[in-house]
């Protein structure tokens, strides 16, 4: 398989064009689906394999799980931000260095594995409950720009679907 097939398995994200509400729909029951979804890719992975990164440089099994976690509670929190302020200026993280911390590089997925069930439960409940006026409002991306919200939601469950890719190159 080549690097970049590799890297993107599922092809990377394409920004809508605009806000198309069944399409946001479809992107929250992808979230919604999610932690399910990476618990039984991980069902009976060995402790080897969570040592095994999906392409030669890149992360292990264990660091794409705490990733996911890091990276959607950080987005979680730039929803409620976006949802009680004008265009807040988010502050980005450092993914590669969060990825080398110790809890992402030594504890046990079941810590994040936990934490995206619940996080997702509240995130699923935020995002339904959500307007379209909602979806329209954003934050300001240092890097990126102006994001908006219905934007944010394809990003997302588009994240979780390339991590879960990765995994299960290793997982089956």
Known sequence: M??????????????????????????????????????????????????????????????????????????????????????????????ELWAELPDTVHAPVELSLGLLASLHQRWVLLLRGMTEADLTRAFQHPDSGLVRLYEAVGMYAWHGRHHLAHIRLITG
Do not use: C
């Open 2 to 95: 080549s690097e970049d097939r590799l890297r993107f398995p599922i092809g990377q994200f394409v920004k809508p064009e605009g806000l198309e509400l069944e399409q946001v729909r479809e992107w929250i029951r992808d979230i919604e689906a999610l932690p399910g979804q990476v618990a039984e890719a991980l069902k009976g992975a060995s402790a080897e394999q969570l040592e095994l990164p999906y392409r030669p440089g890149g992360w292990t099994v264990r660091q794409v799980v705490h990733h996911m976690a890091d990276s959607h509670m950080n987005s979680f929190i730039r929803f409620k931000l976006a949802l009680t302020e004008e265009e807040p200026t988010i502050k980005p993280y450092r993914e």
